[in-house]
């Protein structure tokens, strides 16, 4: 515990003026991230006895080592500051609101030439005009096949278009009226956009002026006895009638308003949104977190302010937000606001009137949501809990395990051998933490060398990390030999849900630039997919390392057998412990991650083609290059002058390319299995697939002694 006299700056070092500030750890990691109209009197509140501070803020305080600031010149500036620094750095001492569920929007993809409507969830792209949020998928669901009568927008994914469009046949919503066909010309693009333009205008609230539309059309149709098409309206007005009546008005005035509302006590906040558009409640959402920080109403408002529109524009920010506090100050938020809109933004608390009623129905939404917060996290935390006191009593640890690590080892019959390392802390999954290895030390199948290779790869970085930052000062001459390990460290670059990301730059560890580290924190317990090889090639890695104060154990698939180093009996734990539970659930965890990756990196293989190996070509000229030529083999056969007409490749380009299918040796020629005919080599624009699904085994993870005989 630090003594914040230690490292408070002295009288006059802080400028009388709007900022921002950073409290950092001893190892240099951003713990708290705080905005100021004037530095010097907020900074000077934190360094005052100990005994008058909030025992958060007082904790904050004496786990900081240093704090640093930044001069801005407006407070909208700082505003601005602190939510890209809490965003970069993720400190551990501000308040982090965590979305209750993962919200479906209804989204048209007015960037596509043809936009799509369809149910989006996680994060916003660009060029795409989103609804909502909705509770519930099957909603979205249900208004869009009403709306789809009137405006036949086209819902089919890019696969079933492109299929539609080769064939000259429409799907079924084409024939029954549900599409306008744009994939077999029926409407040419700018008829379809005009459409989805019509949909979005009506999916944002500009509803009565289109129905009278609708009605007059009715009426002239009638006039002129054209009573099948007046009848056509007459539905089309009943279906958008519908599917109005399915967000009840609740704002008579057709306001566009967030309402915000907020239920707390002293450990936890929740949080409750309803998006008003036109209104009608077109969308709620709930937020939770907890108070880890010292903060007043006002504050946890201006925190959710920050997180809903920190990656808004436009339309997307209403044009009022109505809160139950105000953040103190309140003009740099609503200026912040109103930035991001482009127009003016009213941020105020409702005070009589449908607005101070509707906002007590979202208040009564927020304090609901806490207390089935509370019994949930009551009921959850029990149960983790006692699996982890049962995992400790049975494998004999100190403490209970609250940080456990679980590798896994997948291939195909040997081919792209990888590794998986899944994170649980405190028996909750910690996806942020998920890594990904390729096997490069050896080629082809070894579970057990596998595994000794990835415990070695990942603990090597940790004593490099554990250096870096001077908490491991030893005199063991490990870090030449750890460098040469990061170097071929981890298959990087993991997405939310657990599928494999891109391709991300080796990390580069730094003194001082505060962002957590990717190997920092060490386990207490090391679980490994398998049996005893296994364990003690896990146990065999740890011990060369100079590591001898992580626990290791192993669970087989085919018993379920805890196995422990040294051991030759297993750990048999009943198959109703909470233990075993969450074991199991680690253990499928890092099994489900690595043959998701192993998968991914053979799906790549399989697609790949000459072009892949042109360094500096993306897969934008690629397509640009098969599109001109037609196909590979025509694109061999082409000059260079013929090359640099393609839009993008210079003639630097272009030679590069030429060179490259030179040296590539064109695929083999296809064989007609059913005739023997050796058929006409015309390398595709596409990379080669099988004609059909072929199930072939995966091997993932080592379980047990029957290793070789798992699928």
């Not at 209750?100 to 994060?123: C, I, W």
């Not at 056509?232 to 008005?249: C, G, Q, W, Y």
């Not at 018993?559 to 499928?588: A, I, K, M, N, T």
């Amino acid at each position: 515990m630090a003594d914040p006299s230690s490292y408070r700056p002295k009288p006059g070092q802080i400028p009388d003026t709007p900022g921002v500030y950073k409290f950092r750890d001893e190892h240099r990691r951003v713990i708290y991230v705080g905005k100021a109209k004037s530095l010097r009197q907020r900074l000077a509140s934190y360094f005052q006895d100990l005994a008058n501070l909030h025992p958060r803020t007082r904790t904050m305080v004496t786990t900081a080592a240093s704090v640093e600031w930044t001069v801005v010149s407006t407070e909208v500036e700082a505003l601005q500051l602190e939510y890209s620094w809490i965003k970069e750095y993720d400190p551990r001492f501000n308040v982090k609101y965590r979305d209750d569920k993962s919200y479906p929007y209804l989204a048209v993809t007015m960037n596509e030439e043809f936009p799509r409507v369809q149910v989006m969830r996680g994060h916003k792209k660009k060029g795409v005009r989103y609804f909502g949020p909705y509770g519930h998928a099957w909603a979205i669901r249900d208004t869009v096949d009403l709306l789809l009568r009137v405006f036949p927008v086209r819902t089919c994914s890019a696969g079933v278009f492109k299929n539609a469009a080769r064939t000259g046949r429409p799907c079924l919503l084409g024939y029954i009226g549900k599409c306008s066909a744009p994939c077999v010309g029926r409407v040419s693009p700018e008829e379809h956009r005009e459409l989805a333009e019509e949909f979005c205008d009506f999916m944002a609230g500009r509803t009565g002026t289109y129905i009278r539309r609708q009605e007059q059309q009715m009426a002239e149709a009638a006039e002129e006895m054209e009573y099948e098409r007046a009848a056509r309206l007459r539905d089309d007005i009943e279906a958008l009638k519908k599917a109005m009546e399915k967000s009840a008005v609740v704002l008579a005035d057709a306001t566009d308003a967030d309402l915000i509302a907020v239920a707390e006590d002293e450990l936890e906040a929740a949080v409750q949104i309803f998006h008003v558009r036109g209104g009608r409640v077109r969308g709620q959402r709930g937020w939770v977190t907890d108070k880890v920080e010292a903060v007043t109403t006002g504050d946890l408002v201006e925190h959710a302010t920050q997180q809903l529109y920190g990656e808004e524009t436009g339309d997307s920010v209403p044009k009022e937000v109505l809160v139950p506090a105000l953040p103190d100050p309140v003009e740099p938020v609503q200026e912040w606001l109103t930035a991001r809109r482009g127009s003016n933004v009213s941020l105020r608390i409702p005070q009589r009137g449908d607005k101070k009623a509707l906002m007590e129905t979202v208040q009564r939404n927020a304090l609901q949501a806490l207390a089935l917060h509370k019994t949930k996290r009551a009921s959850d935390l029990t149960t983790r809990s006692r699996a982890l006191e049962e995992i400790a009593e049975a494998l004999d640890l100190d403490s209970a395990p609250l940080r456990i690590e679980c590798y896994d080892i997948s291939h195909l019959q040997g081919d792209d051998v990888v590794a998986s390392m899944v994170v649980f802390e405190d028996g909750l999954q910690r996806k942020s933490e998920y890594r990904r290895f390729q096997i490069k030390g050896f080629a082809g199948q070894d579970d057990v060398r596998s595994m000794h290779e990835v415990i070695t790869r990942r603990f090597r970085r940790y004593l490099v990390e554990k250096e870096k930052t001077g908490e491991w000062t030893d005199g063991a001459d490990t870090s030449a030999e750890a460098s040469s390990s990061v170097a071929a460290g981890p298959e990087p670059g993991t997405d939310a849900d657990g599928t494999p990301g891109g391709e991300v730059p080796e990390i580069t560890f730094t003194e001082d630039d505060g962002r957590p580290k990717r190997f920092a924190y060490p386990p207490q317990l090391v679980v490994v997919d398998g049996g005893r090889p296994q364990v003690a090639a896990a146990k065999r890695a740890l011990d060369e390392l100079g590591i001898d104060d992580i626990a290791v154990c192993g669970l087989a698939k085919r018993l379920e057998e805890v196995w422990l180093p040294d051991d030759d009996d297993p750990v048999v734990l009943p198959r109703s412990s909470e233990g075993l539970y969450l074991l199991q659930r680690v253990r499928d965890e890092a099994h489900r991650f690595a043959i998701t990756y192993q998968r991914a990196k053979r799906a790549k293989r399989f697609r790949s083609g000459p072009l892949d190996d042109v360094p500096g070509l993306g897969e934008s000229r690629k397509q640009a290059l098969i599109k001109h030529f037609g196909s590979v083999k025509k694109l061999r056969s082409a000059t260079i002058d013929q090359i640099c007409e393609v839009p993008g490749i210079g003639r630097k380009t272009a030679e590069t390319i030429a060179v490259a299918l030179a040296q590539a040796a064109p695929a083999a020629p296809a064989v007609n299995t059913a005739t023997g005919e050796i058929m006409e080599d015309d390398e595709d624009a596409a990379p080669a697939t099988t004609a059909g699904p072929v199930e072939e085994p995966v091997t993932a993870g080592a379980s047990d002694e029957r290793r070789g005989q798992e699928t």
